[in-house]
């Protein structure tokens, strides 16, 4: 198991030193730990170093970590999500960040209404193009927001976006600016019930640079918990 206070309190060193950079309060910057490759047990031990957030990719995985840990910590699904699989979810898990399609928003709005449970969602963004990417595409997301926004059991938080695996971080910067100005746009137009206020971007490989762009959650899982299955 990877030495979890130890590689917290390197990255907190991390986050604090990318935020002082840019003038930014770490405050502001929220881990979330990624556990999707990681025990139940290393998952417990990072509940018990002080972490809140716990993020997983595949509903299959997840539930059985959330039916021992679930009351312990605030669950944040990451990974594609089907359809079929929301009804696992609502009600578990308190933030969505690959919202990209109506079908799916239609299906978080039903859930929730018989949950009575309002979720929290992030909207996927393909900024880079990668056709192996999920996310709607920049030019769509307007439209998809001013639809999702009317719906009274997703509470639209901001955008996500995931950067391509660069070995040199800073490559991947003109991808998280792209994010932060699409939000900034929107917000801009002050449509009703819209205010992002939030951007999920930023993984082992990258945080520093997503957080100097503006992240505000980063979506942390080798760097932090390890990768138990390599
Ligand atoms: C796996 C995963 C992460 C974490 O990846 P690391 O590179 O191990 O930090 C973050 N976000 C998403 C969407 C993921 O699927």
């Known amino acids: 198991m990877k030495n979890i206070p130890e590689s917290l309190q390197m990255i907190k060193q991390r986050i604090e030193a990318a ?22 047990e290393t998952t417990k031990a990072a509940l018990d170093h002080g972490v809140v957030h716990l ?27 089907q359809t079929n699989k929301v009804k696992d979810i609502i009600g578990r898990f308190a933030y969505v960040h690959s919202l990209d399609r109506l079908s799916l928003a239609a299906e978080i709005e039903k859930r929730g209404e018989i949950n009575n449970t309002v979720t929290n969602c992030f909207v996927q963004v393909n900024i880079s193009g990668e056709e192996t990417k999920f996310g709607l595409e920049p030019k769509q997301v307007l439209e998809f927001v001013k639809e999702t926004s009317k719906m009274k059991y997703i509470n639209l938080c901001g955008l996500m976006t995931m950067a391509p695996y660069e070995q040199e971080a800073e490559e991947t910067r003109t991808i998280f600016k792209q994010l932060r100005e699409l939000r ?36 942390l899982g080798s760097v932090l918990v390890g990768n138990e299955r390599k």
């Open 19 to 40: 935020c002082r950079r840019v003038h930014r309060d770490p405050k502001e910057i929220e881990i979330v730990a990624v556990t999707k490759y990681v025990s139940v």
């Open 184 to 219: 900034d746009e929107l917000n801009a137009l002050q449509l009703p019930r819209v205010q992002l206020t939030h951007l999920s971007m930023g993984m082992s490989n990258d945080f520093e640079v997503a957080i100097e762009e503006g992240a505000t959650f980063i979506r």
């Open 55 to 81: 993020g997983e990719s595949r509903v299959q995985d997840a539930i059985p970590k959330w039916a021992e840990l679930g009351q312990r910590g605030t669950w944040h699904f990451i990974g594609h999500l």
